[in-house]
């Protein structure tokens, strides 16, 4: 009986592999098509978001000629995550070899996605199902071909938190330590997940109390605190280094942004009150400015929401690609000629209607996407609804419902710590899709088992008649 129930599991995990084979093969085929597109346009590299700074980082650490003055750079040009890992590979094997290793980590990612499927009580097909919608976001087919932080930041995240899942699996804290290891790197890479590990270890301690949160978590904040610690030493000042992307910096292009849409009385005020010291605000300045301007706060945050869940990013592709420097300004956010100032200070049709004047028909190729990715996520919706009753079944294991929860909270944690950039842009969702395309997976099972509910139905009460 045991060898009877044990010989299909075995054989649809082997049809599971094979289909997942083929998914990968067919993504880095069309990765390998980008990689014409870069050859055809090379400008696309540095189209990413903050590519020209970090580009120029990285010529800076070229032209240095010895330890020390590698180390002193280091220490006084901010996060060393920014630029450093994707400078080792790019002095070492040149911007090909950089786009071909980002490329090699987010097929490894989608191989993790899959079992991250899978743990969460998908079947094999609906496990592909969410690969495949992972591996075909915007961002994922054309993030790894720039210089930018989330090429390597999303594999790392959807990476760790397969890892951890596996490691509750195996009862395992080597890999536990790897995992959080893992993303105490990610964080210093993009400083948004600096906070990411709290979630984990709540989950662990929930779900699997056994595995060693406290393990988890002194691996996950390790390079952090080593990085500090370094920086401390040489500028003397605690934290992860200045630079022009600071939490200072984006609070403050934050309030400047909100104030820019009030009244000009009320922009005065603000700026004499929060905004006297250029590019630096305190967090508890910023929060008092949330409960003076209460309204203003709230509309601009649900603008930065929707932008967050609804636009496709499919842009990366269609201007990153093919427009001319006019065309990429209106994705920019922050340079006097963008969408999201002109849909701030004039309206939502306003925005449009200057998006087609300089976009044309990329803005209804936007439109279009952005109509799928609606889809996605009201699919994603009905999924969590899935995910909830999965963790709250205690036959599940472990770590199937480790892998739940993370994969609810995910999409919330980045959702919500995408409001301290001074605007919200889709790229800032990347790495919560992976969770976002699991839920669409179980939201795509639950919506097939009601339409095949309703049928049989159906047909019974006409069989009756």
């Known amino acids: 009986m045991i060898g009877d129930a044990v010989a299909p599991a075995a054989k649809d995990d082997e049809r599971g592999k094979r289909w997942l084979y083929w998914l990968l093969l067919c993504f880095a085929a069309v990765h390998g098509l ?18 020209g700074v970090r580009m120029a980082a990285i010529e800076a650490l070229r032209r240095l000629s010895n330890w020390h003055a590698i180390v002193a750079y280091l220490g006084t040009h901010g996060n060393i995550g920014d630029y450093a890992p994707q400078a080792v590979i790019y002095l070492v094997g040149g911007k ?9 980590l987010m097929l490894l990612s989608g191989i993790c996605v899959f079992q991250l499927a899978r743990r969460c009580e998908l079947s094999v097909r609906a496990s592909c199902l969410a690969t495949a919608l992972y591996l075909g976001s915007p961002h994922s087919l054309a993030l790894p071909h720039q210089l930018c932080t989330e090429a390597l930041f999303v594999p790392f995240v959807v990476i760790s938190t397969w890892a951890t ?20 790197i990610s964080a210093l890479i993009r400083p948004v997940a600096l906070l990411w590990p709290v979630p984990v270890v709540f989950g662990l301690r929930r779900y699997s109390p056994r595995a060693g949160p406290a393990v988890f978590a ?16 040489e500028t003397g000042t605690p934290g992860m280094g200045e630079s022009g992307h600071s939490l200072a910096v984006n609070l403050y292009g934050r309030v400047e942004a909100i104030a820019a849409t009030l009244p000009p009385d009320e922009t005065r005020a603000i700026t004499t009150q929060y905004l006297q010291q250029k590019n630096a605000i305190t967090t508890l300045n910023y929060f008092s400015f949330a409960t003076h301007y209460p309204l ?22 269609t201007v990153d690609y093919f427009a001319d420097d006019q ?9 006097g000629s963008g969408w999201r100032q002109y849909w701030d200070t004039h309206g939502a ?37 899935q995910v909830v009753g999965m963790i709250r079944h205690r036959a599940v294991s472990e770590a199937s419902r480790l892998a739940g929860f ?46 095949r509910t309703r049928t049989t139905r159906l047909q019974s009460q006409t069989a009756t008649c």
Not at 38 to 47: E, I, K, N, V
Not at 300 to 317: C, M, N, P, Q, T
Not at 327 to 335: E, F, S, Y
Not at 425 to 444: C, K, M, N
Request: proline fraction near 3%; charge should be positive; include cysteine.
């Open 34 to 51: 980008l990689l014409i597109l870069d050859a055809r346009y090379p400008y696309a590299f540095l189209r990413g978001d903050r590519a």
């Open 96 to 104: 090909f070899t950089l786009v071909i290793s980002q490329v090699c």
């Open 165 to 184: 899942v596996e490691a509750v699996r195996r009862s395992n804290q080597v890999a536990l330590s790897c995992s959080g290891l893992l993303l105490g």
């Open 218 to 233: 002194a691996a996950a904040y390790a390079p952090i605190l080593v990085w500090m610690v370094f920086v401390w030493h």
């Open 296 to 317: 203003p706060f709230l509309i601009y945050a649900v603008r930065d929401a929707g932008v967050f869940l609804f636009k496709s990013g499919v842009e990366r592709i």
């Open 327 to 335: 065309q990429v300004k209106i994705l920019q956010t922050r340079n």
């Open 349 to 385: 049709l306003a925005a449009m209607r200057y998006g087609w004047q300089v976009l044309g028909i990329t803005l209804l190729i936007s439109a279009l996407a952005a109509a799928v990715q609606v889809g996605l996520i009201l699919l994603a919706v009905v999924g969590a609804v």
């Open 406 to 451: 993370l994969v609810l909270v995910a999409p919330i944690y980045f959702l919500v710590f995408s409001q301290v950039t001074d605007a919200t842009q889709s790229r800032h969702r990347a790495p919560a899709e992976f969770a976002i395309a699991i839920l669409a997976a179980h939201g795509v099972r639950r919506a097939l088992a009601a339409w």
